[in-house]
């Protein structure tokens, strides 16, 4: 009953905003047909707005969870049209505040002891009141000003209904849908589904406030606001009051003598940091959550503050590899390596011919960098290599929507401070220079180092086991399984498979050694305070295993 009440209120809503056109060839549509003559039209000026525009507004209107939705629709630029697209990047939240008095209630429910306790003084006027939560000045008994954000009341009930609702839309296109099995609806929801649990939980976004504190403590480049914990819970969170200029204000900026070059250069090396050194970065970074530090010492070296930590995005190690790949072939115009990149990292099925996506990439690319790399949009060329790739059954990766959404953003940020800005030339030695320290020898005995235990406990098993499977191989009984459609690339490797799997098994066993004269403190020189037998013999074994790796 209560899917059927909420469905008749969006049906409602579209009508009155005049998008029910687009529902027009779906089941919905005589439905939508019937209700027109009782659904009052939007007003002439509402009416008069574009298409994109007033998709905006009905998304505003229908509460978080479809804020939430058209937010990593814009993302997606491939499936929806650029004017569409545009206007929903400008979600941002903004709704009627609920009762103060409602707030103080909720603040001390969620904390235990009344407001008087908690605080020296709670301002039941809203700072600031977005979908989910609002925001109210506060002051501790010692002095410090802080921000209390409170959940709006019965906020879980509506986005449980709204999720619901979704799930059952997702069904019914994972049915009828000729390509779902690429877009993937259901994982979609699931997407914004986990999204939404994590800004619903605000002690998890108190910690996640906390870490990337930490990840930037003392830096020049973004400031993160300290976090009380004393007075916080899962559905209210109090944090350091800061001061700030949002990042959009260009004419706050120039008052205060901001110098915005460097600040939108700052903004692209900040994005990648957190991408790839931290795999942490602020997934909602919209204007109105990253400000400018108004300090006057700061101006010629400006520095960003981030504020709404609800979502943060991390990538998989494997993800992070295929994604920092991509982006540096990008960078160095390997078509080739864009197509291969693509296949390997399961994004795209293995039967595809790698010349003719090389091709196609190149036919996106190519007339990019025939403009100066200052008018280059990176995201603009990623997104059409998205829609160049679904022709080759491109398959969406939905842990990576996020981050599409977030470079998005940030290069929207970037180029509103400096139009000018030369995304490439900041990215890539920033990007380089993670690489290198990420994929260093060092880096990997540090590594390593971290799994001595784990590989000490499974070492006695080394031996049986390889025993076993070189046995397999002698007797012809080693079983391989996979999926048909993965014959035909098979057919290309299966003569390098062996050759592979020795040199790897090779590897790991002097890596295995290795770990046990660190383990049993083998005497001799050391560099570092490990031995020398240590180091050279760790030092074959990851060269046998880069070289097995290398091959594939």
Same mark, same amino acid.
Not at 82 to 90: C, G, N
Not at 101 to 129: C, K, N
Not at 293 to 318: H, M, N, T, Y
């Given at each position: 009953?209560?899917?059927?009440?909420?469905?008749?209120?969006?049906?409602?809503?579209?009508?009155?905003?005049?998008?029910?056109?687009?529902?027009?060839?779906?089941?919905?549509?005589?439905?939508?047909?019937?209700?027109?003559?009782?659904?009052?039209?939007?007003?002439?000026?509402?009416?008069?707005?574009?298409?994109?525009?007033?998709?905006?507004?009905?998304?505003?209107?229908?509460?978080?969870?479809?804020?939430?939705?058209?937010?990593?629709?814009?993302?997606?630029?491939?499936?929806?049209?650029?004017?569409?697209?545009?206007?929903?990047?400008?979600?941002?939240?903004?709704?009627?505040?609920?009762?103060?008095? @409602?707030?103080?209630?909720?603040?001390?429910?969620?904390?235990?002891?009344?407001?008087?306790?908690?605080?020296?003084?709670?301002?039941?006027?809203?700072?600031?009141?977005?979908?989910?939560?609002?925001?109210?000045?506060?002051?501790?008994?010692?002095?410090?000003?802080?921000?209390?954000?409170?959940?709006?009341?019965?906020?879980?009930?509506?986005?449980?209904?709204?999720?619901?609702?979704?799930?059952?839309?997702?069904?019914?296109?994972?049915?009828?849908?000729?390509?779902?099995?690429?877009?993937?609806?259901?994982?979609?929801?699931?997407?914004?589904?986990?999204?939404?649990?994590?800004?619903?939980?605000?002690?998890?976004?108190?910690?996640?406030?906390?870490?990337?504190?930490?990840?930037?403590?003392?830096?020049?480049?973004?400031?993160?606001?300290?976090?009380?914990?004393?007075?916080?819970?899962?559905?209210?969170?109090?944090?350091?009051?800061?001061?700030?200029?949002?990042?959009?204000?260009?004419?706050?900026?120039?008052?205060?003598?901001?110098? @915005?070059?460097?600040?939108?250069?700052?903004?692209?090396?900040?994005?990648?940091?957190?991408?790839?050194?931290?795999?942490?970065?602020?997934?909602?970074?919209?204007?109105?959550?990253?400000?400018?530090?108004?300090?006057?010492?700061?101006?010629?070296?400006?520095?960003?503050?981030?504020?709404?930590?609800?979502?943060?995005?991390?990538?998989?190690?494997?993800?992070?590899?295929?994604?920092?790949?991509?982006?540096?072939?990008?960078?160095?115009?390997?078509?080739?390596?864009?197509?291969?990149?693509?296949?390997?990292?399961?994004?795209?099925?293995?039967?595809?011919?790698?010349?003719?996506?090389?091709?196609?990439?190149?036919?996106?690319?190519?007339?990019?960098?025939?403009?100066?790399?200052?008018?280059?949009?990176?995201?603009?060329?990623?997104?059409?290599?998205?829609?160049?790739?679904?022709?080759?059954?491109?398959?969406?990766?939905?842990?990576?929507?996020?981050?599409?959404?977030?470079?998005?953003?940030?290069?929207?940020?970037?180029?509103?401070?400096?139009?000018?800005?030369?995304?490439?030339?900041?990215?890539?030695?920033?990007?380089?220079?993670?690489?290198?320290? @990420?994929?260093?020898?060092?880096?990997?005995?540090?590594?390593?180092?971290?799994?001595?235990?784990?590989?000490?406990?499974?070492?006695?098993?080394?031996?049986?086991?390889?025993?076993?499977?070189?046995?397999?191989?002698?007797?012809?009984?080693?079983?391989?399984?996979?999926?048909?459609?993965?014959?035909?690339?098979?057919?290309?490797?299966?003569?390098?498979?062996?050759?592979?799997?020795?040199?790897?098994?090779?590897?790991?066993?002097?890596?295995?050694?290795?770990?046990?004269?660190?383990?049993?403190?083998?005497?001799?020189?050391?560099?570092?305070?490990?031995?020398?037998?240590?180091?050279?013999?760790?030092?074959?074994?990851?060269?046998?295993?880069?070289?097995?790796?290398?091959?594939?």
């Amino acid at each position: 009953m209560r899917a059927a009440v909420r469905a008749n209120k969006i049906g409602r809503v579209l009508i009155r905003y005049r998008l029910d056109a687009l529902l027009e060839d779906t089941p919905a549509g005589p439905w939508l047909r019937l209700a027109r003559p009782f659904v009052p039209r939007a007003r002439d000026d509402v009416a008069a707005l574009s298409r994109g525009a007033r998709l905006r507004l009905v998304l505003q209107e229908l509460g978080p969870i479809f804020v939430k939705f058209g937010q990593i629709l814009s993302t997606r630029r491939d499936l929806i049209p650029p004017d569409v697209a545009q206007e929903l990047t400008l979600l941002q939240d903004r709704v009627k505040p609920f009762d103060g008095q @409602r707030a103080q209630a909720i603040v001390e429910q969620a904390l235990g002891v009344p407001i008087e306790v908690a605080f020296a003084h709670f301002d039941t006027t809203p700072l600031a009141s977005a979908s989910i939560a609002q925001v109210h000045a506060a002051t501790l008994h010692d002095g410090r000003e802080v921000v209390v954000k409170v959940l709006r009341p019965d906020i879980e009930a509506q986005i449980a209904g709204d999720i619901a609702l979704l799930k059952s839309g997702a069904a019914l296109v994972d049915y009828a849908h000729p390509s779902a099995d690429k877009i993937r609806p259901k994982e979609i929801v699931a997407e914004i589904e986990a999204t939404l649990a994590a800004e619903l939980d605000l002690q998890r976004e108190g910690a996640n406030a906390s870490v990337m504190r930490r990840f930037w403590q003392d830096s020049p480049d973004l400031y993160v606001p300290e976090i009380i914990w004393t007075h916080t819970a899962e559905r209210a969170l109090t944090m350091e009051r800061v001061v700030g200029i949002p990042s959009d204000d260009i004419v706050a900026l120039d008052a205060a003598g901001i110098d @915005r070059k460097a600040l939108a250069a700052k903004g692209v090396r900040v994005f990648y940091t957190q991408v790839f050194r931290d795999n942490f970065f602020h997934a909602d970074a919209h204007a109105g959550n990253i400000w400018v530090d108004p300090d006057p010492l700061r101006k010629d070296d400006p520095r960003f503050i981030a504020l709404d930590f609800g979502i943060v995005g991390q990538l998989s190690q494997q993800d992070q590899y295929y994604l920092a790949e991509n982006f540096m072939a990008i960078f160095n115009k390997d078509y080739r390596r864009i197509a291969e990149l693509h296949v390997e990292a399961g994004w795209m099925p293995a039967t595809v011919r790698i010349d003719e996506l090389e091709a196609a990439a190149r036919a996106v690319c190519e007339p990019y960098f025939t403009r100066p790399l200052s008018e280059i949009s990176l995201a603009q060329v990623l997104i059409k290599l998205f829609r160049t790739a679904q022709k080759y059954e491109l398959t969406l990766q939905p842990q990576l929507i996020l981050l599409q959404k977030t470079l998005l953003n940030i290069e929207g940020v970037g180029r509103q401070l400096d139009p000018r800005l030369d995304i490439w030339a900041v990215a890539k030695p920033v990007l380089q220079r993670i690489l290198v320290k @990420r994929y260093s020898p060092l880096h990997a005995v540090n590594e390593l180092r971290k799994r001595i235990p784990e590989i000490m406990t499974h070492a006695p098993d080394m031996p049986r086991l390889v025993h076993a499977w070189l046995k397999q191989q002698v007797d012809g009984q080693h079983e391989l399984s996979m999926r048909s459609k993965d014959l035909a690339a098979l057919n290309l490797t299966l003569q390098r498979l062996q050759r592979r799997v020795v040199t790897a098994i090779g590897g790991a066993g002097l890596l295995v050694v290795a770990a046990v004269l660190h383990a049993f403190g083998v005497g001799g020189p050391s560099l570092w305070g490990v031995p020398l037998w240590t180091w050279f013999t760790g030092a074959l074994g990851t060269l046998a295993l880069l070289s097995a790796w290398l091959r594939r």
